[in-house]
């Protein structure tokens, strides 16, 4: 699974990144310790146009009576069967940012976080969105949630799991909301499950409390 990650740059450098047309929404600050609920960042087509906005991490179906439970991760070899997901695989797919993201390690003498990086740049995850509505406060939330695939082969000792990155070349067919086939969106994780070249290294362990939250956390 993903439980943290990055977003340290500013909100013009991830749309510029994305190609976005426009940003939307509340700013998001810089964060080295990104954690479930937070505000991150996500790139959706709006009528034929990339927008990025603000969203919570932790993907609530719109037909949920609660806020909770929510859902950080969709694994990719299921996503297509889970109630939770369906909806949003068919018609509200989009692209998370990332510099980088957290697995850990259990040692000895405790849990140990290692920071994983792509090669060539940053991370533009999988991701699904929805848009729930509070029942007794009509409050709108924003969600999201990070599809996950197997770990490439350079990071598989520390976890099993890692988030699905997206290469360039097919954000245009996942985010395109007038192709609603799940087959369609099932095919393009499928081909991008081997991902791009890692790197990791072991970091300080402040990682571990999220009320640290800086850059010397990846230092």
């Not at 740049?121 to 406060?137: I, K, N, Q, V």
Request: include cysteine.
């Amino acid at each position: 699974m993903c439980g943290r990650f990055v977003l340290a740059g500013g909100v013009d450098d991830y749309a510029i990144f994305l190609h976005a047309a426009r940003i939307v929404g509340d700013p998001v600050e810089p964060s080295w310790n990104v954690a479930p609920t937070d505000p991150v960042l996500a790139a959706a087509e709006h009528h034929g146009e990339r927008l990025l906005g603000t969203f919570r991490w932790g993907l609530v179906p719109h037909w949920s009576k609660a806020r909770q439970p929510f859902h950080i991760n969709a694994r990719s070899e299921t996503v297509h069967e889970k109630p939770a997901f369906r909806d949003a695989l068919r018609y509200r797919r989009c692209l998370i940012p990332a510099d980088g993201f957290y697995e850990w390690t259990v040692e000895d003498d405790g849990k140990q976080p290692h920071y994983i990086e792509r090669d060539g740049g940053r991370f533009a995850f999988a991701g699904l969105w929805s848009r729930w509505t509070d029942p007794e406060t009509q409050e709108e939330l924003r969600t999201c949630t990070i599809v996950t695939t197997a770990a490439a082969p350079a990071i598989a000792d520390i976890h099993d799991r890692m988030p699905l990155h997206l290469p360039e070349d097919v954000w245009d067919d996942w985010l395109d909301r007038e192709e609603t086939d799940p087959a369609h969106a099932r095919a393009i994780l499928e081909s991008a499950s081997v991902g791009p070249a890692f790197t990791h290294r072991t970091v300080s362990r402040s990682v571990n409390s999220i009320r640290n939250n800086d850059a010397s956390l990846i230092d």
